[in-house]
Structures are given as structure tokens and as C-alpha cells.
């Protein structure tokens, strides 16, 4: 099952889609695809919402069985506002 992203701009020549939240210790393990006309890109991050922070801890394209999970999740970081993974975390923490 997905659920629509709303994106804060028309910019975006894609559409985001919520795949799964998991949410433990606060932490939200979000997986959600961006579909283009040429691809389609599948990321997994990791949203501290109360801290409005994140990290990429994953990434695929065109098929989620290929996910790559990062070994290294590097640091938290605030979202560039406007960004589509700004819409995404505010959808996620929106919604949790």
C-alpha cells in the first residue's frame, strides 16, 4: 500500500509516495519511492521529528528488492526547506 506525498512545489516532475513508517524510540524509519517518467527512485530515511532532523539510510532505483542500505548513516541534518525531502518529513511527522 502508498500513500500520495503532497509536494509544496509543482517543480517536482514526479510524484512521492509513502511506502512504510515504522516508528521505535521516537525514531521513524520512513521508506517512500519518487516516480519520474524516466525511473523511479526508492529511499529509506531515518526522521527525528521532534528534532526536525534526518538521515538518509538508504536508496534504490527502479526496484526495492535492489535497496542499498548505508553502512555508514552519517549525521542528522535539518531539511533544506522546499526540498522534496523537507515535504516528505512533514508529511511523515504530519501524520505519526
Known sequence: S???IP???AAYQGNY???SNTIENGISTVIYKSVFPEETIFSKMEVN???????KVGEGINDLIDM???EDKGEWIKPVQG??????IKFVC???
Open 2 to 4: 502508498s500513500t500520495l
Open 7 to 9: 509536494m509544496s512545489t
Open 17 to 19: 509516495f509513502l511506502l
Open 49 to 55: 521529528c521532534s528534532k526536525k532532523q534526518y538521515r
Open 68 to 70: 542499498t542500505s548505508y
Open 83 to 88: 526540498a522534496s525531502h523537507d515535504d516528505v
Open 94 to 96: 504530519q501524520n505519526s
